[in-house]
């Protein structure tokens, strides 16, 4: 089963590396990662997505929290919870293409006319899909996204 | 008060409590070298190889109970000593290991003697730092003693580049270690204690499982002695966790796993509780695991909770210490004042006797025929009474060693039981000597495990350490041989040596005292000169049993009650 996982570590050189690190060494897949310094310069966030059953996810859960530098894990999966996904795509501008793509919802962030332009698309990682699948692939000259950020709904923070 | 990097460090480890570090210099480590000739606060003992630094470091923290420490240079210094951070890592054995790295200008140039130490010794340790700045230095070292000894202990490396050395700066030492990120569970949940004590007293056919966080947990062995007294349930130790039971206690049915009696893998292949205590349910000691205490309601007392339902589910977690959950454990008997079964206890015990019966680690010993390696075993047991600090390298005469010895207190049996690395009895034995210079101390090897560190002699014979080596020489990597038999139709590829050494020549040239023993006779008195009065290390070269195998055994993947028994 798909789990989102989200973390607070130090932030400090060589984190990543370690969660990395430790994914390959016990066989774990990591599906996508995200990670950045939140607020509290001190402290980064991640939010990463994975499969495993439960077992495999406990471990997970366990030996991320075991790793010096990380302070928190939350597995926000079965919590009513957001994620939200960021997408690049530029393709061709021909026909209604560029208009298609406003219409869907995605923010044109650079173009030139007859030639190519860039669509932004931000939604959850099945809209991302979606919009993704309505763009003509032969029109696509490249495109790029993140994984998803995720928290929990309500008032609780996930904070240090 | 201003101070250079080198200054701060031998300061701090001064604070930190070292007496001893074990190491070798090279180019990157110079500065710190010469403030370590410049004081006199800790030894340093110079070993002939970085591999061995570590295992010496190691085997000092088995039998002081401190943190081993250890110095080497960068590039091949620190690629060397990866292997012995990887063993303290695996058994749980606090180890600094501080690393000498090229200038800080230089790092990322490929510079001479340069390696990303932090990138390959990342999952060789349990934390590793490079400090980048002298200011962080003296915190740097605070935490990672702070790391390697608290929680489920490890090994630790600080990578400090050659520049800071020199780099001067007002020395603070923190008075206090606070990590946020970092704050191990010492107590056990009194909720699940209560439960474990409600199910210890229910159960019919209780086991006590305990491994190596018995002799983590200073004074935890005589907590264990007592649960088992007064639950009256079998105790056995897994190969790390030998002495955390008198072996002559009457509770005690001897190791279990692979190579475990046959009565202590048929106790957990019959249990209804087994509470495991510092273990951590590793494949050599379950066997099949679908098949592993199949009747049984487990409880596991782990200070790691990765270890926790990692192989084997447990029915009844508990994080801690295991020193501290053994007592609050003892209290809450107490406290509930409940008593075992005592009928079922008597059955069980019955069973547990009947399994015994059989002697599974019985061997015979002719008088005209080869030594027989047990029979070693056995005979420096008694003539060191029982009482001898012994260590091991891998294979046989480890197997031997754990189950015939008989120990009778914790942080006696020093040897590699998760990584299983040949090469550790010697330097290991080195350690404990600078610990216990008085003590009996032996090595049980291998003709092929000490070759892989026997150029560390020359570190016995420097630092006069009374060391005995006593070597089973069967001309075979024995365990190798012994599988290659059973599994692979007596195939016996490449584990066979046609061209040893003569070790006792080689003992010799060393500076200590080499004996040959072919026969029993020559065994006994050889065994009185080397526990005898000696000014150095004694090595006996003893010719065993060539094909002796060590018995009784767990195929790998059978389970635990499908042993062969010879």
């Known amino acids: 089963m798909r789990h989102t996982i989200t973390i607070l570590v130090e932030n400090e050189f060589g984190v990543l590396t370690r969660i990395a690190g430790l994914f390959s060494a016990r066989g774990y897949?990591?599906?996508?990662?995200?990670?950045a310094p939140t607020l509290d310069e001190t402290v980064s966030r991640l939010t990463l997505v994975t499969h495993g059953d439960e077992k495999i996810i406990e471990q997970i859960k366990k030996q991320l929290n075991k790793l010096i530098p990380v302070i928190k894990v939350e597995d926000i999966s079965y919590a009513v919870h957001l994620e939200r996904g960021m997408l690049m795509v530029k393709a061709i501008d021909a026909g209604d293409l560029r208009e298609k793509a406003e219409q869907a919802g995605a923010n044109i962030i650079d173009h030139e006319a007859g030639n190519y332009f860039i669509a932004e698309f931000a939604g959850t990682p099945e809209a991302l899909d979606e919009f993704l699948a309505s763009v003509d692939d032969e029109y696509v000259i490249e495109s790029t996204r993140t994984g998803p950020v995720g928290m929990r709904r309500g008032s609780k923070g996930f904070v240090v | 008060m201003q101070m250079t990097g080198a200054e701060i460090f031998v300061e701090?480890?001064?604070?930190?409590g070292v007496e001893v570090i074990f190491g070798y210099p090279g180019g990157a480590v110079l500065p710190i070298y010469d403030a370590i000739f410049q004081q006199s606060h800790f030894k340093h003992i110079l070993v002939r190889h970085e591999q061995a630094a570590l295992h010496a470091a190691n085997g000092y923290a088995r039998v002081s109970g401190k943190c081993g420490v250890s110095l080497v240079t960068s590039g091949p210094g620190a690629t060397n000593a990866i292997t012995g951070l990887a063993d303290s890592n695996a058994d749980s054995i606090p180890n600094v290991c501080f690393t000498g790295q090229v200038p800080l200008a230089l790092i990322g140039t490929d510079a001479f003697q340069e390696a990303d130490i932090i990138g390959i010794t990342r999952s060789a340790t349990k934390h590793n730092f490079l400090v980048k700045d002298v200011k962080d230095l003296a915190m740097t070292i605070r935490q990672a003693f702070h790391i390697a000894t608290t929680g489920r202990p490890g090994s630790v490396v600080v990578?400090?580049?050659k520049d800071l050395g020199f780099a001067k700066c007002e020395f603070e030492w923190p008075e206090e270690v606070n990590m946020r990120s970092y704050q191990p569970k010492t107590s056990g949940h009194s909720g699940q204690i209560k439960k474990a004590i409600k199910a210890m007293l229910k159960a019919k056919r209780p086991m006590l499982y305990s491994g190596g966080g018995i002799m983590n947990a200073v004074g935890s062995a005589a907590l264990l002695k007592t649960l088992a007294h007064q639950l009256n349930?079998?105790?056995?130790?897994?190969?790390?966790g030998l002495?955390?039971?008198?072996f002559d206690d009457k509770h005690f049915v001897g190791m279990l796993g692979m190579h475990g009696t046959y009565e202590a893998n048929m106790a957990v292949s019959h249990c209804?509780?087994?509470?495991?205590?510092?273990?951590?349910?590793?494949?050599?000691?379950?066997?099949r695991l679908n098949a592993f205490a199949p009747d049984a309601k487990i409880i596991h007392i782990d200070v790691d909770p990765t270890s926790i339902s990692k192989n084997v589910d447990a029915d009844l977690p508990i994080v801690g210490d295991v020193g501290i959950v053994l007592q609050q454990m003892l209290e809450e008997l107490s406290h509930q004042g409940g008593v075992p079964d005592v009928e079922a206890l008597k059955l069980w015990w019955q069973q547990i006797d009947e399994w015994r019966a059989k002697d599974s680690l019985g061997f015979e010993q002719s008088t005209e025929g080869p030594i027989k390696p047990q029979t070693v075993i056995h005979k420096v047991h008694d003539i060191t009474k029982g009482n001898a600090i012994v260590t091991t390298d891998v294979g046989q005469h480890q197997m031997w060693a754990a189950q015939h010895y008989g120990f009778r207190e914790p942080h006696k049996f020093l040897t590699s039981g998760g990584l299983g690395t040949m090469g550790y009895g010697l330097p290991a034995a080195v350690g404990a000597a600078m610990?216990?210079?008085?003590e009996p101390i032996v090595v049980f090897t291998g003709d092929a495990s000490i070759q892989m560190c026997i150029q560390e002699l020359a570190t016995a014979y420097q630092y006069r350490q009374k060391i005995v080596v006593v070597l089973l020489n069967n001309a075979y990597m024995g365990m190798v041989r012994q599988w290659q038999e059973m599994f692979h139709e007596s195939r016996f590829s490449h584990s066979y040596f046609d061209s040893l050494p003569d070790f006792a020549k080689l003992a010799e040239a060393y500076g200590g005292v080499g004996i040959t023993v072919d026969t029993l006779d020559e065994l006994d008195k050889a065994l009185e000169v080397a526990f005898g009065s000696q000014e150095s290390f004694v090595f006996l070269d003893i010719a065993v049993?060539?094909?002796e195998n060590v018995f009784p055994m767990v195929p790998a993947g059978a389970a635990l009650n499908e042993m062969v028994l010879a």
């Open chain 2, 435 to 438: 610990a216990f210079p008085d």
């Open chain 2, 272 to 287: 209804d509780l087994l509470v495991s205590i510092g273990a951590r349910f590793d494949d050599r000691v379950t066997g």
């Open chain 1, 29 to 35: 897949n990591i599906e996508t990662l995200n990670v």
């Open chain 2, 243 to 246: 002495g955390g039971i008198p």
């Open chain 2, 233 to 240: 349930a079998p105790v056995t130790n897994t190969l790390m």
């Open chain 2, 12 to 16: 701090c480890l001064k604070r930190e």
């Open chain 2, 159 to 161: 990578d400090i580049p």
């Open chain 2, 545 to 547: 049993a060539k094909e």
